[in-house]
């Protein structure tokens, strides 16, 4: 099993930062693309950002230019630094990860969730 551990979010101002964090444990044999997505209630879980093994990232419209990702393979994590934070930032975030497993089977796994909250 693998299992997917984020921490980072809380509650900050309009034009502040947060910095997500997410590590990946587990049978993992290796981990390939690694992102965030973010959920509000009531709505679909959409694509925040994503990044390779490589370091080739990708960015929604929306965080393009204020979020960045980043991750460590030797450490299995990935994050995601958030500045000049808007109000409309505000909603779950998951970690996501495609990984290969010891076994040799490649699954999609996604962390519990952070609360991100963005105050105006």
């Known amino acids: 099993q693998v299992h997917l551990v984020e921490s980072g979010g809380g509650l900050v101002q309009a034009g502040g930062s947060l910095r997500l964090s997410c590590a990946a444990s587990?049978?993992?044999?290796?981990?390939?693309?690694m992102g965030w997505y973010r959920q509000a209630p009531g709505k679909h879980r959409e694509f925040v950002a994503l990044?390779?093994?490589?370091?080739?990232?990708k960015y929604a419209e929306s965080v393009k230019d204020r979020f960045t990702i980043s991750r460590d393979n030797a450490k299995n994590t990935v994050y995601l630094q958030m500045n000049l934070l808007k109000p409309e930032d505000t909603d779950v975030y998951y970690c996501?990860?495609?990984?290969?497993?010891?076994?040799?089977?490649?699954?999609?796994?996604w962390g519990q969730g952070t609360q991100v909250t963005v105050s105006s």
């Open positions: 996501h990860s495609d990984v290969t497993t010891d076994w040799g089977f490649r699954h999609d796994f």
């Open positions: 990044i390779t093994s490589g370091g080739w990232a």
């Open positions: 587990g049978s993992i044999f290796s981990i390939n693309d």
